[in-house]
């Protein structure tokens, strides 16, 4: 089946810790996008990436990094510097205008 | 992007259509209208999207007002499984080709609840 995969499901992090949020595409989709979703809230971007080895900074990337080496992978790592990462996380690629999303990352803090 | 206005909530009886509207009375020429929905706990899922024709697919309808300030997203025929917050979104189709580069900025949206 072709589509947008995140793993974990859920995640827990623990105080100073970095942790890494996988999503992965077979949609051979050059464009993809990192967004954070707090409850009763609309989404706000945080990276996105237009081609490999590119990528911008969104409305809200302080405290976040991300890596492009490869077209299908584009994985988000939520730093020790990200005071309130609690929050839902989703990623996306885009074919033409149309952006896809995968099923999120629901991301605790211990 | 232009901004959308949608009612926070509306019902519908399973079977019937569901007919969700939004207005966006400040849209340019080349703003798209894009419908996605979201239900509870799962991403986005991309519905429809039209520029001043009138759309349709397997999933929905998009009518267009004539002055492109308003639009109706209808599923002709609800089900339980239709239940979740649906998204008006109106952005510019950017770059060569018309390809679009940016963000989708999601409002509030409609939470549509369909009952049995």
């Known amino acids: 089946d072709g589509g947008i995969t995140q793993s974990p499901k859920y995640l827990f992090r623990k105080e100073g810790q970095n942790v890494t949020l996988s999503c992965e595409q077979n949609?051979?989709?050059?464009?993809m996008y990192w967004y954070r979703q707090d409850p009763g809230q609309g989404l706000r971007l945080i990276y996105y990436?237009?081609?490999?080895?590119?990528?911008q900074k969104g409305d809200i990337a302080e405290g976040y990094s991300v890596s492009r080496e490869k077209k299908e992978s584009f994985p988000l790592t939520v730093t020790s510097a990200q005071k309130n990462p609690t929050a839902f996380y989703l990623c996306?690629?885009?074919?033409?205008?149309?952006?896809?999303f995968g099923a999120g990352t629901r991301l605790s803090v211990l | 992007d232009a901004k959308t206005t949608q009612p926070p909530s509306m019902d519908c009886a399973e079977g019937r259509a569901a007919n969700l509207p939004c207005n966006h009375s400040?849209?340019?020429?080349?703003?798209?209208v894009y419908w996605y929905r979201q239900i509870h706990s799962q991403g986005p899922q991309y519905i429809i999207h039209?520029?001043?024709n009138n759309e349709t697919n397997e999933m929905a309808s998009l009518i267009i007002t004539e002055d492109r300030k308003s639009s109706t997203l209808i599923l002709p025929h609800a089900t339980l499984r239709d239940t979740a917050v649906y998204y008006c979104?109106?952005?510019?189709?950017?770059?060569?080709?018309?390809?679009?580069?940016?963000?989708?900025?999601f409002g509030q949206g409609t939470i549509l609840t369909v009952h049995p």
């Open positions: 979104i109106v952005r510019v189709v950017k770059g060569a080709g018309g390809t679009s580069y940016g963000k989708l900025t």
């Open positions: 039209g520029l001043k």
């Open positions: 990436s237009q081609i490999v080895n590119d990528f």
């Open positions: 949609l051979n989709h050059d464009a």
């Open positions: 996306a690629s885009r074919f033409g205008t149309i952006q896809y």
């Open positions: 400040t849209i340019s020429g080349n703003e798209y």
